[in-house]
């Protein structure tokens, strides 16, 4: 596996951290599955339910608001108790909900429903990465996350092209419960199979086991307590984590929200476009979350952690900040729109950093910095479809909107100035 190396210990040699690695990327594609199917059956779902844009908006927000509400419980439960039974319960939760908006007839009941579901899928991130900060060493785990994060950037490239074709043929509430039937098998299997230490699952060999333990560098997970609490929230690294990822995901939620409607009513688009041009900034996000993960990785190796993460992430946010700008203000649809998705891509070139970095720094604490983070995220998240339909419909245009969260991306940027990811917190 690319930027991945081979066990060196002695013994027989295994490769099940791969495997762990290769379920993770499922689901992450199952996340962005169910996720961005709404994004592109908004329309349909609007006109069948009689929703303005503001609604719809508020519907989107529900689900990032739950969110970041239990993100952190759900970060702090993954370190207490482990991530196969964390995980499972979360996939089997989101899975539930994903179906039962197949069902919704009124717009509480379809906010509700997403509301539930972003409580339940809280925290997938945060035990994520707990996971690899336990199956994986440090030095392969940026390009891990950035294996993992093009799982879901596949996921919600191929969505609307999928969920496009599907709409032929099926309505859209038959699309929800496809989608949801789907995670069910993911968390069975994840049951049965994982374990939260490489030394509890039979098929890991000595030597595998002891590269994975000896690379690490980060005791069993335990609560924070007492000054813990305090340490944590007032962090430097950690304060400027928060603040980048606010508009890192302030900015990305526009992509898996409004992009289909902004390229059909403000660009033109027709169907045949559409498809291909609101997954084209997700497809392009599975290069930028490899070359990322392993570009962050290679660099901490030659220049040390704080480097290796903080150059990679504030040069992603800059990227993205300039592109956005330049694909708003870009008369042409097609060069605009492939501005756009560009943008997409540089953000994500961070993932690998910036989740490595949330690891790095919270050591035994990784599941409740890494929830910390997302957290923020979340919260930017929330904001950011609310306030670009409010924009639009205030002004009647998406281009002050867009060109806010390109500011913010630039912002992000220099938040990164902030992050040592080589001080770990006590």
């Not at 419980?73 to 039974?85: I, S």
């Not at 990465?129 to 993992?148: D, Y």
């Not at 099926?170 to 949801?180: E, N, Q």
């Not at 374990?195 to 069993?220: F, L, M, N, Q, W």
């Amino acid at each position: 596996m690319m930027g991945l190396g081979a066990s060196s210990a002695g013994g027989v040699q295994t490769k099940v951290r791969f495997r762990v690695l290769a379920m993770l990327v499922l689901l992450a594609g199952i996340t962005y599955l169910d996720r961005v199917c709404i994004s592109v059956t908004a329309p349909r779902m609007s006109a069948d339910l009689g929703l303005s844009r503001m609604q719809m908006s508020f519907v989107f927000g529900a689900f990032t608001l739950a969110y970041a509400i239990f993100e952190i419980p759900t970060g702090l439960w993954g370190d207490k108790v482990g991530t196969r039974r964390v995980l499972t319960r979360i996939v089997t939760w989101w899975s539930s909900f994903t179906m039962l908006t197949a069902g919704v007839f009124s717009f509480p009941s379809l906010l509700g429903t997403r509301f539930l579901f972003g409580a339940g899928e809280a925290g997938a991130w945060p035990n994520v990465a707990r996971t690899l900060s336990r199956w994986f060493p440090q030095r392969e785990r940026g390009t891990a996350q950035g294996i993992f994060f093009m799982g879901a950037h596949l996921g919600g490239g191929v969505t609307p092209l999928l969920v496009t074709a599907l709409l032929v043929h099926f309505h859209w509430r038959a699309l929800f419960l496809i989608f949801g039937s789907i995670g069910f098998l993911w968390a069975i299997a994840w049951r049965y199979w994982f374990r939260d230490e490489p030394h509890e699952h039979k098929a890991v060999s000595p030597g595998e086991c002891e590269y994975i333990e000896s690379g690490r560098a980060i005791s069993a997970g335990h609560s924070l307590e007492g000054g813990g609490w305090k340490r944590l929230l007032l962090n430097p690294s950690v304060l400027a984590l928060c603040a980048m990822y606010f508009t890192q995901t302030y900015g990305f939620t526009f992509y898996v929200t409004w992009l289909p409607t902004y390229l059909e009513s403000s660009r033109g688009f027709s169907a045949g476009l559409l498809g291909i041009f609101a997954g084209l900034p997700l497809t392009l996000s599975v290069l930028a979350d490899l070359f990322g993960g392993i570009t962050t990785d290679r660099l901490t190796a030659k220049l040390g952690l704080r480097v290796g993460r903080a150059a990679v992430g504030g040069v992603s946010l800059a990227c993205a900040g300039i592109f956005l700008i330049a694909g708003t203000m870009a008369p042409n649809p097609l060069v605009g729109a492939t501005f756009i998705a560009l943008a997409a891509a540089s953000s994500n070139f961070l993932l690998g950093a910036s989740w490595g970095a949330a690891v790095d720094i919270g050591g035994p604490h990784a599941g409740m910095v890494s929830a910390a983070m997302n957290t923020s995220g979340q919260i930017g998240g929330f904001l950011s479809p609310i306030i670009l339909a409010y924009g639009v419909d205030h002004y009647g245009s998406w281009m002050g909107p867009l060109y806010l969260t390109g500011a913010l991306y630039l912002a992000g940027a220099v938040c990164w100035l902030w992050v040592d990811a080589s001080r770990q917190m006590d």
